[in-house]
C-alpha cells in the first residue's frame, strides 16, 4: 500500500500542470476583459482658445458670402454678423448660430443660406467641422480668403488637444454585455 507521500509524488506533476493552466487561463482572463486596446475607441479633439468674428454679406437672395473674419481672444467672444440685401443687420452668439446651423428644418430660407456659409469659414472649427481649413469659395474675395488662412493658421496653432477614451459599442469589460435572461412573469 502507497503512503501517502508516495501518492503525493506521484501526483505531483500532474497537480503543478493543472495549477500552471489554471494560472493561464486566468491570466488571459482577467487581461482580455480591461484591455484598453480591443476595448476602447481613442479620438483625439482639438478645443478652440480663441474665438473668431465672421462678417457675411448676403449677395443674391438667400446667398452669402463672407467678408471679414477676426479672431478675438476667447471662444464666448465670437459673433456672426449678417448683412441683409435689405439692410437689415443681425449679429448672433455662438450659441445662437449653433442653433440656427442645427436647425434642419427651418423654411426660412436665409436661415438655411447662413447655416452653409457658418460651416464654411472659420466659424466652422464650433459646428464640428474638422481642420481642413475655410472653403476659399466662400469668401467674397481672395484678400478675405488670404488673411482668413493666417488666422486658421493662429486658430491651429494655440488650439487645445485632449485625448478622449470611450469603449467601443457595449465593450466595457467585464459584466458590461446586456442580459439576455428574463425573470418574471
Known amino acids: 500500500m502507497k503512503?501517502?507521500?508516495?501518492?503525493?509524488?506521484?501526483?505531483?506533476?500532474?497537480?503543478?500542470?493543472?495549477l500552471v493552466g489554471l494560472g493561464i487561463i486566468g491570466t488571459l482572463?482577467?487581461?482580455?476583459?480591461?484591455?484598453?486596446?480591443?476595448?476602447?475607441e481613442v479620438t483625439e479633439i482639438e478645443a478652440m482658445t480663441k474665438g473668431v468674428i465672421t462678417e457675411v454679406e448676403e449677395t443674391t437672395k438667400d446667398r452669402f458670402l463672407i467678408t471679414d473674419e477676426k479672431l478675438v481672444e476667447t471662444v464666448d467672444e465670437s459673433r456672426i454678423i449678417a448683412q441683409y440685401l435689405d439692410g437689415k443687420r443681425d449679429t448672433f452668439?455662438?450659441?445662437?448660430?449653433?442653433?440656427v446651423a442645427a436647425d434642419s428644418t427651418s423654411t426660412d430660407r436665409r436661415r438655411s443660406g447662413l447655416s452653409s456659409i457658418m460651416r464654411a469659414g472659420l466659424m466652422g472649427y464650433f459646428f464640428t467641422r474638422g481642420f481642413g481649413?475655410?472653403?476659399?469659395?466662400?469668401?467674397?474675395?481672395?484678400?478675405?480668403?488670404?488673411?482668413?488662412?493666417?488666422?486658421?493658421?493662429?486658430?491651429?496653432?494655440?488650439?487645445?488637444?485632449?485625448t478622449v477614451?470611450?469603449?467601443v459599442s457595449g465593450k466595457?469589460?467585464?459584466?458590461?454585455?446586456?442580459s439576455t435572461r428574463s425573470f418574471g412573469g
Do not use: W
Open 3 to 18: 503512503t501517502q507521500i508516495e501518492t503525493f509524488q506521484v501526483l505531483k506533476p500532474a497537480f503543478t500542470k493543472c
Open 29 to 40: 482572463h482577467f487581461t482580455s476583459c480591461g484591455s484598453s486596446q480591443d476595448y476602447e
Open 93 to 99: 452668439t455662438l450659441d445662437e448660430a449653433r442653433l
Open 133 to 162: 481649413g475655410p472653403s476659399m469659395g466662400a469668401y467674397k474675395s481672395p484678400s478675405t480668403y488670404a488673411s482668413s488662412r493666417t488666422a486658421n493658421n493662429t486658430m491651429r496653432s494655440t488650439a487645445k488637444t485632449r
Open 165 to 167: 477614451r470611450k469603449p
Open 172 to 178: 466595457s469589460g467585464f459584466g458590461s454585455g446586456k
